[in-house]
């Protein structure tokens, strides 16, 4: 009885011990996450003037915003950046760590090149790919259109082109870091492998398709869906090089939501109204991977 009560506290005083140890770590996390989430949460209900709560609304704040026709335009849009970011921005990384891995000489003067853009503020990467697709003369896609004898093209007042060249954008930035990760995936895969496909006479293609890509499966399918929650967060790309134009066309849900909070409106209510509707499409989006990835580990 006396062994099993000392064993009981030890118990005890080891799992005190854990989350004195966590405590800290749970207070930040409820700071600075979960207690702005509710604030949130709590302000998209109120009708308000700026920061101030002035009257208990209900859903009246989601109804006015999603009966609006910007906001449709808006998810729209978001859903295209995300079609866009899936063909473009997700599967670029992948080639680019196949070729890295492929290379025999270079390889890590190659990986310092994949990685320089990411050295770049997020802000200056946007200047830069804007002086690239300004419409002027001066632009430097037009100077060299201009030695082709082609008239200088305005591709961002082309609304079926805007998304496009946004995705590229952020793809540019942020494709070298991906990239890294899918090649320390690729370090972890047993070199015999590889050996033994090319003594068996497998070509690149062939060791891609049966050795590299079921070995960073699992990697790709969880950056897939942080893909997903980036894209569905994008914002200062579409501010800064077409403010939502030409005509909203690439206006997405996050860009609504500044709008509605610092563009002019001053609505905050709303604008934490979108930025809720943002958070319960992208929970959807993670239950679903979460649920696929299981069965996935379940047939395994």
């Known amino acids: 009885m006396i062994k099993s009560k000392k064993r009981s506290a030890a118990y005890w005083l080891r799992q005190g011990s854990s989350w ?20 949130g949460i709590r302000m998209s209900m109120f009708k308000t003037r700026n920061i101030e709560l002035v009257e208990f609304i209900g859903f009246e704040n989601y109804v006015r915003v999603i009966s609006r026709e910007d906001f449709s335009q808006a998810l729209s849009n ?53 002086a690239f697709f300004s419409a002027e003369r001066t632009g430097v896609i037009n100077i060299l259109l201009g030695y082709l004898g ?19 954008t952020a793809t540019w930035k942020g494709a070298g870091a991906t990239a890294l990760i899918y090649m320390a995936g690729l370090a972890g895969i047993n070199p015999e492998l590889y050996e033994a496909a090319t003594i068996d006479g497998a070509g690149v293609l062939k060791r891609i398709r049966y050795i590299t890509v079921p070995a960073i499966f699992n990697l790709g399918s969880t950056l897939l869906i942080l893909q997903i929650i980036s894209i569905f967060q994008i914002m200062y790309e579409p501010l800064v090089l077409t403010s939502g134009g030409p005509d909203d066309a690439s206006l997405s849900l996050m860009l609504l939501m500044w709008r509605y909070a ?35 580990t379940d047939w395994d």
């Open 20 to 39: 004195l140890i966590m405590l800290p770590g749970i207070g930040l996390f409820a700071f600075f996450l979960w207690w702005p989430l509710l604030q």
């Open 150 to 168: 082609i008239e200088p093209i305005a591709f961002l007042s082309e609304a079926n082109l805007v998304i496009p060249l946004i995705v590229i």
């Open 262 to 296: 610092f563009g002019g409106q001053i609505d905050y209510g709303r604008a934490s109204a979108v930025a809720v509707i943002i958070a319960v499409i992208l929970l959807f989006f993670t239950a679903v991977y979460s649920v696929v990835n299981k069965r996935k």
């Open 78 to 130: 978001t859903l295209s950046y995300t079609f866009w970011s899936l063909l473009i921005g997700f599967v670029i990384p992948i080639l680019m760590a196949l070729f890295i891995g492929e290379t025999v000489r270079g390889r890590g003067f190659f990986r310092t090149a994949a990685y320089i853009p990411n050295i770049l503020p997020g802000l200056a990467a946007v200047l830069l790919w804007k």
